[in-house]
């Protein structure tokens, strides 16, 4: 331990002004449902997941998979479109809008994250902004995806990525953090 002063007093931390969309005894119900109900539900139980989802404010297209190991923090700020994918392990920590277009992949174990905290805050406040991820977008595995960002529709992000700037349409990305590396190959007839 060194004798510096802390830069942060997290004794002044102030999360007052955030608005997490529901009552305290609404969410309480949600995350019993999530702990208690989607980890009992079979993998083919996806519609039951759906319904879940659906009940609790989520916008979910038809057709859309949801593994029973996904976790949702506010599902009423949650839009899934048609025919997405959701793995296994697939956090979306949705203190903000999160938008996933259609036929989308969310792979096991990533992480979309729409908090942070102000580094420059002596109070640590936090912050959030919105994640949007367009139609036909892969997220590999164990992904992580910041506030704020923007994944062009068609675009593949590698596993193992930290994707923490907005990405193009139509690119493969990789790396941390994620960078674009060549435009992802058209299929003949689509």
């Known amino acids: 331990m060194t004798d510096h002063q802390p830069f942060v007093d997290l004794r002044k931390y102030d999360q007052s002004w955030f608005d997490r969309g529901r009552s305290?005894?609404?969410?309480?119900?949600?995350?019993?449902?999530?702990?208690?109900?989607?980890?009992?539900?079979?993998?083919?139980?996806?519609?039951?997941?759906?319904?879940?989802?659906?009940?609790?404010?989520?916008?979910?297209?038809?057709?859309?998979?949801?593994?029973?190991?996904?976790?949702?923090?506010?599902?009423?700020k949650v839009t899934i479109g048609d025919y997405s994918w959701i793995?296994?392990?697939?956090?979306?920590?949705?203190?903000?809008?999160?938008?996933?277009?259609?036929?989308?992949?969310?792979?096991?174990?990533?992480?979309?994250?729409?908090g942070s905290h102000d580094i420059k805050d002596p109070a640590f406040g936090l912050k959030t902004q919105s994640i949007t991820i367009e139609n036909g977008v892969w997220?590999?595995?164990d992904c992580f995806v910041g506030p704020g960002v923007q994944i062009g529709a068609n675009a593949v992000i590698g596993a193992r990525s930290s994707v923490f700037t907005s990405i193009p349409f139509g690119q493969v990305c990789w790396g941390n953090p994620c960078r674009p590396q060549y435009p992802r190959p058209v299929i003949a007839g689509e």
């Open 24 to 76: 305290g005894w609404y969410i309480l119900l949600w995350w019993l449902v999530q702990a208690i109900a989607f980890p009992l539900t079979p993998h083919f139980a996806s519609n039951l997941r759906c319904f879940c989802l659906r009940l609790f404010g989520a916008k979910i297209g038809k057709s859309v998979l949801i593994r029973p190991t996904a976790r949702f923090t506010y599902p009423w």
């Open 87 to 114: 793995g296994d392990d697939v956090v979306l920590y949705s203190l903000d809008e999160i938008i996933i277009g259609e036929h989308c992949v969310i792979s096991q174990k990533s992480y979309l994250c729409t």
């Open 139 to 141: 997220v590999a595995a």
